[in-house]
């Protein structure tokens, strides 16, 4: 690697300076709007949703600073590549105060917290949903595929997977799917992204399992999101595509009980 100029790093930090001051109006932000919500609990939720937007406009810097870094300095920097990662998951962790973090459990179990964000439109928890995945993908194509925090993604991109479906307002979706209701268009797409990003999660635990870890409960992870996937398709009365994912847990479950057998046999 090249060396840096002197002059080269002093135009990189005066760049920067106005984007940093940015990062820090957004933290103080982040304070004093989180004080707010441990000091009154009135409209939380959707405080809260205000609070992993704010999360993604400081990924979204802390991604400008690294294309920056790389523009002046062609230096790829990790630290405000991580900085952007910890940002989508606190941005993920605040929405799962939001609408919680059950990968497959009954609508009626999570019914009273979507009660408490009932007046938000189905067009802005599409864009939450479109927003918070955007800044994911871009924060792993930046890292680039041989990256230490490889298969760490694949519990970022499911727990995405997991706030996405859950916010999905379960109430007045298979209505809302009828193409002569206002707003069609958006749910469908959240729906579809959904219904892919649970599969994605699915493969991608799986694929952890036998890639790197060989720990059963990286394989359990995967199947509750195919169950997941399942039940989303039964709540839509898709039957058949409910019987296909049906089969393929079946088909994991069987080699999940295998492995263990021989892991024990090992021992």
């Not at 920067?16 to 939380?44: A, F, M, P």
């Not at 704010?54 to 991580?82: F, G, P, T």
Request: net charge neutral; aromatic share 10%; hydrophobic share 35%.
């Amino acid at each position: 690697m090249a060396k840096v100029s002197a002059e080269a790093k002093k135009e990189f930090f005066e760049v920067i300076k106005l984007y940093k001051q940015h990062i820090e109006q957004i933290e103080q932000r982040e304070k004093n709007l989180q004080k707010v919500v441990d000091s009154d609990e009135s409209g939380g939720q959707y405080k809260r949703i205000t609070l992993a937007e704010e999360r993604l406009h400081l990924a979204s810097y802390y991604l400008l600073l690294n294309q920056i870094s790389r523009s002046l300095l062609a230096v790829k920097n990790d630290s405000y590549l991580n900085d952007a990662r910890k940002s989508c998951y606190q941005s993920i962790i605040y929405l799962e105060d939001v609408v919680s973090d059950w990968i497959d459990a009954p609508y009626s179990d999570y019914a009273e917290l979507q009660d408490r964000i009932d007046g938000l439109e189905d067009s802005a928890r599409y864009e939450m949903v479109v927003k918070l995945g955007f800044a994911i993908d871009s924060v792993k194509e930046d890292f680039g595929e041989n990256t230490k925090w490889k298969w760490s993604f694949v519990e970022l991109e499911g727990r995405f997977a997991t706030v996405a479906k859950n916010f999905l307002n379960m109430k007045t979706l298979v209505a809302g799917l009828d193409p002569r209701v206002e707003g069609y268009e958006v749910r469908s797409k959240h729906l579809r992204i959904v219904k892919e990003k649970l599969q994605h999660a699915a493969d991608r635990y799986r694929e952890k399992y036998e890639l790197s870890t060989n720990r059963i409960d990286d394989f359990k992870i995967a199947i509750q999101y195919l169950m997941a996937l399942r039940r989303l398709h039964m709540q839509l009365g898709e039957t058949d595509d409910a019987e296909k994912v049906k089969k393929k847990i079946d088909v994991w479950k069987n080699k999940m009980e295998s492995d263990e057998k021989t892991s024990e046999s090992r021992r």
